[in-house]
């Protein structure tokens, strides 16, 4: 079918929902932006200056009034000259997600995600540091952004077919070599196994220390069921089933070193999923958050204890740092974690009612949130609670931005603003903004 651009949106192309755009800046979620007789069009698949047939996402006859229109690019005209042959295969438009920028070369996709982070901080009206300064630095050592995936979440078909989900697509694609995923995941050779009846997913790990480790979940799955194929050699293997986790094969728990100091995750449980973002992200904030000897810290969404661990070397002995983290089991192995540094405690809560209810200040927060970030009301009560500083480590720009203009209006700076490629040939970066009092 040949698009017709010239066309209005009630005409025969367009109830087909062809299109062909030239695509211009990047916009939040991996898309570009595209103008179609004035109306926005954002357009994922391609790359800026690109000329593309695209397929609209919402019918224009139903969303003729609609501010933007949302598309797919299915072929290229004409290439951008940051487009390069995709790194995977089964990625792209009808492919798996989680790769949407694997046809974009390496440094343009860390240019067009440090263009995106800059605007998302100028709409959000941050004014307290040089905005155009942030620019998205690769991890040490990661030249090519592959085999950095330590955490791979698998979908399971109703035949048992193991593979990836498409963008928001409730489909299961094959995943191919999956260029992205860790070494130790890649080798598991999942996606040529047949998993057993009631498998919904299967969660892989490439942990930093011990063997890989492979859970099969479902509500309803027999652990019985399970025979373990030789392919996953020495893996730890276990089942989640609606009434908990069964271990197979070790206990449910991968081992992480950063540095000297050895974490136990659970096999299902947060840990930075790029190979070097653990410890390069202990680094950052090591050399940030300045605790004094003696004082006071709290790791907000502490996880199984990370960015306690720092904080514990910078207060010492007598200070003390609360780690304070909503899930029980990675609560509990926090304290495991940390046994070794008694000026550590943890709190399991929700962090906002946590530090809602405290009494007097701290000396030093970090914190680390979901991608929905910190909020508004979070910022408020550690702009008066907080003496010194505070680290906000961030996977997702918009609720970071959104975050630190709500902090700078209740008299904070931003002091510095760091911006990492942990997430290489997706959209995504991690950032991290380090806090002061603007006064200090
Ligand atoms: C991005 S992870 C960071 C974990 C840890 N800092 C690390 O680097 O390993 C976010 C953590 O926040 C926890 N979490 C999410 N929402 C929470 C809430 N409202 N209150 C407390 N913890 C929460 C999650 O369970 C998860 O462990």
């Given at each position: 079918m040949t698009p017709d651009?010239?066309?209005?949106?009630?005409s025969p192309a367009l109830a087909g929902r062809l299109l062909t755009l030239t695509v211009g800046m990047p916009a939040a979620g991996g898309t570009f932006v595209a103008r179609h007789e004035g109306r926005v069009v954002f357009v994922r698949g391609t790359a800026p200056g690109e000329t593309v047939t695209v397929r609209l996402l919402e019918d224009p006859q139903e969303?003729?009034?609609?501010?933007f229109w949302r598309a797919e690019a299915l072929d290229v005209l004409e290439a951008g000259v940051?487009?390069?042959?995709?790194?995977?295969?089964?990625?792209g438009v009808d492919g798996v997600g989680?790769?949407?920028?694997?046809?974009?070369?390496l440094p343009a996709q860390r240019r067009i995600a440090s263009e995106v982070l800059q605007e998302l901080l100028r709409r959000a009206g941050?004014?307290?540091?040089?905005?155009?300064?942030?620019q998205v630095e690769p991890a040490?050592?990661?030249?090519?952004?592959?085999?950095?995936?330590?955490r791979v979440r698998y979908a399971v078909d109703a035949d048992g077919r193991v593979g990836m989900r498409g963008w928001r697509s409730h489909d299961v694609r094959p995943v191919g070599?999956?260029?992205?995923?860790a070494q130790a995941v890649r080798e598991l050779r999942l996606g040529e196994w047949t998993a057993p009846e009631g498998t919904e997913a299967i969660d892989a790990v490439a942990p930093s220390a011990g063997p890989a480790s492979v859970v099969l979940i479902g509500r309803?799955?027999?652990?019985?069921?399970v025979v373990i194929p030789q392919?996953?050699?020495?893996a730890d293997v276990a089942v989640r089933t609606s009434r908990g986790m069964v271990p197979?094969?070790?206990?449910?728990t991968v081992h992480e070193r950063v540095g000297e100091r050895m974490f136990t995750v659970g096999a299902t449980g947060f840990w930075q999923?790029?190979?070097?973002a653990a410890e390069l992200l202990s680094e950052v904030v090591e050399s940030s958050?300045?605790?004094?000897?003696?004082g006071s810290a709290w790791d907000l969404y502490?996880?199984?204890?990370l960015f306690s661990a720092v904080a514990a070397e910078q207060v010492g002995r007598d200070g003390s740092v609360v780690s304070v983290e909503g899930n029980r089991r990675a609560s509990q192995l926090a304290v495991q974690n940390l046994?070794?540094?008694?000026?550590v405690s943890t709190a399991t809560a929700d962090v906002t009612d946590w530090v809602r209810a405290r009494r007097g200040g701290v000396d030093a927060v970090v914190l680390d949130p979901p991608?929905?970030?910190?909020?508004v009301e979070l910022m408020g009560l550690l702009a008066a609670a907080v003496r010194q500083r505070i680290v906000y480590v961030s996977c997702e720009p918009s609720t970071l931005a959104r975050d630190l203009a709500a902090i700078e209006k209740k008299g904070?700076?931003?002091?510095d603003l760091r911006a990492f490629?942990?997430?290489?040939?997706?959209?995504h970066i991690e950032s991290v903004a380090v806090l002061e009092r603007a006064e200090g």
């Open positions: 651009p010239e066309r209005a949106p009630s969303q003729a009034s609609a501010r940051d487009r390069v042959p995709s790194v995977w295969d089964e990625a989680g790769a949407e920028w694997a046809h974009i070369a941050v004014s307290s540091f040089p905005i155009e300064q942030v040490p050592h990661d030249a090519d952004g592959l085999a950095w995936r330590t070599e999956d260029p992205l995923s309803d799955l027999d652990p019985d069921d392919s996953w050699g020495d197979l094969r070790g206990d449910a999923s790029h190979r070097r958050l300045r605790a004094p000897r003696g502490g996880g199984v204890g046994e070794d540094l008694p000026q991608r929905s970030g910190a909020g904070w700076r931003v002091a490629d942990l997430f290489p040939h997706t959209h």
